[in-house]
């Protein structure tokens, strides 16, 4: 079975392709962009023959069908991550149109994993506590979330849309925080950082992280597993600390942060004090908070891996191990 | 097709429907704007080429139609001003499209690809009796509607240099996003990276040299030490520009590379001199001294500090009133332009300067590319 990865450069990526060298999977194509930085691959691929680079772009439907060749089954990993929304956009869900309409011309087309995010969910309107799982209502008012949750949403939809009508093999992975040496080194559902200071608002809400490794082999799982089709499967580890239990461990063993701590009621507060001066000085500052994206992010919810589980996948490093692992390469 | 109702009855006040076409970017800035005079104009529909981006413009700022075929938005929505905010490389072909359908156009900078390019759309404006302006949205800025006023008060005497400095910084996302990708567009405009930019620093210039042609000697180079072996190593990063006319000169600088990036004008007359700082939005003047010996060589920098603190005491009571904005120039623009609409008045810029400054470019790319590796046999 030929797999490709898009993204493959990635944080993401490259644990996606050590996961299925790991399984055995080969050959295996990276799509790589002229942008990117592939440097740890080409190495990788020096001492596995089964590993290829395949240098091109999602730009077009002919681009996209270059890079597929004769893959069975398409990791699709590329996003935008940041920027400009027409950035965000082009990079997140016009790439994705350009993957559909490339694949959609093979006679057979491959089956294809795709990798969303916690941000589809419509968070914003549940109550304190709630699980979320991959029976939680997706987003009803997308203009109202941040940037990339908006590009996340109309890229799982567009992805539907096709099933719908072209009826390809998807399965949808929705991981929550992902984290592991070279990530992110505080999610901002813990906090942001604001010139120095840090705003932790994230308290008590438990954090769904996923460690890197662990949300990668639940990406090959899906691939590999029969029975996927049309479904979507959450992905976030035992044993999940609180965001204040993840700030207090990052301050130990990593370095100490000038930290506040704002209650949710307070940071509801702000971020209507914000979003009225946004309106008032006809966005003079942008609107970095309103009440609904701060009741998305930093509401408060419970989470599930077990409809994941059921596919046999477990975390093969705990979140003890994965913090350990995290905070020791951002000390050194 | 029919015309537009704004064209048929110019004196009704209703806002102007504007559609915009090409949903990048600066799409957003045109849209955001636009919502902020709501009784001049509304934004009726979006388009692009790519139905997802139209889409998302739409959805995010609740634009009521979106579209993926200009010449059908053309036909339904029936617009009275069209926003071409596209790659420089359709500018051309949607204003003469747009003119034809009756509407007045707003065309982002640069203007067109070429001098010939810009003539036709300001030919068919001028036949179609439809009025055309292009994204100088700097030269409405705050500070340069004061740096105009102190001219035209006499403040400066007879102006007769003019320096405008550009600094643009490649690391940024779109300077990374050219210089990824070969079949980027802006490898494929006559000037390429000066051809998407230095509008912005010649309009200050020509705003002063009044001269139908004046002399222009540029001077280009690429400083960046990395190669790609393709389209891109073609690309020049510095560019100097002297410009001669009969009593005014002016001396342009576009630098990738000197920091910090400054974006400034100096105009110097024959009274004073006149700085404008475009990022720190700050107009000062220097003048002679007034007294005289080592006194008179003290005295300047307290008035200079004093006027830099007056700047900013100025600009924080514009921010404390909520004006203080990015997008003050281009708002400015828009709003001149749609007076010059609804009232058939001159438009903000002249087809004169849009003309001249189109030339001006022409002429530097023409000496820049004598210049360029490619000449040299390096691509």
New interface residues.
Partial sequence: MTALVTGATGFLGGAVVARLLAHGTEPIRCLV???SRAARLERLAESHAELSLVHGSL?SPEAALAAIGDADLVYHLAAGTG?????L??NT??AS?NLLEGLLRRPQPPKVVLVSSFGVYGTAGLARGALVDEDTALEAH??RRDLYS??KL?QEK?FREYRDRHGFPLTVVRPGVIYGPGGTPISSRVGLNLAGLFLHLGGRNLLPLTYVDNCAEALVVAGARGGTDGQVYNVVDDDLPTCADYLRRYQREVRALRAIRLPYPVSQALSWLCERYYE?????LPAFFTPYRTAASWGGNRFSNAKLKSLGWQPIVSTDEGLRRTFAALAS | MKQNSQSRSPGARRPLRVAIVGCGKIADGHVDEIRKMPEQAQVVAVCDREGLMAEQLATRFAVPAHYDDFAHMLEQERPDVVHVTTPPQSHAALALQALAAGCHVYVEKPFALDGAQAAQIVAAAESQRRKITVGYSSLFDPPILRLREMVAEGLLGEPLHVESFYGYNLDGPFGKALLADPGHWVHGLPGKLFHNIIDHMLNKIVDFVPDDVPQVTALASALRPERSGDERDTMMDELRVLVRGQRVTGYGTFSSHIRPAAQFVRVYGTRNIAHVDLLARTVTLESSPKLPSAIGRLVPPFEQASALVGQGLSNLGRFLRSDFQYFAGLRHLMSLFFDSIVNDGPAPISHRDILRISWMMDEIFRQVRAQSPAAEGIA
């Fill in positions: 962009r002229a942008s730009a920027g400009a929304a027409a950035d956009f082009l869900v016009v149109k997308p203009e908006q590009a109309r567009l008032h000085s006809q966005g003079q």
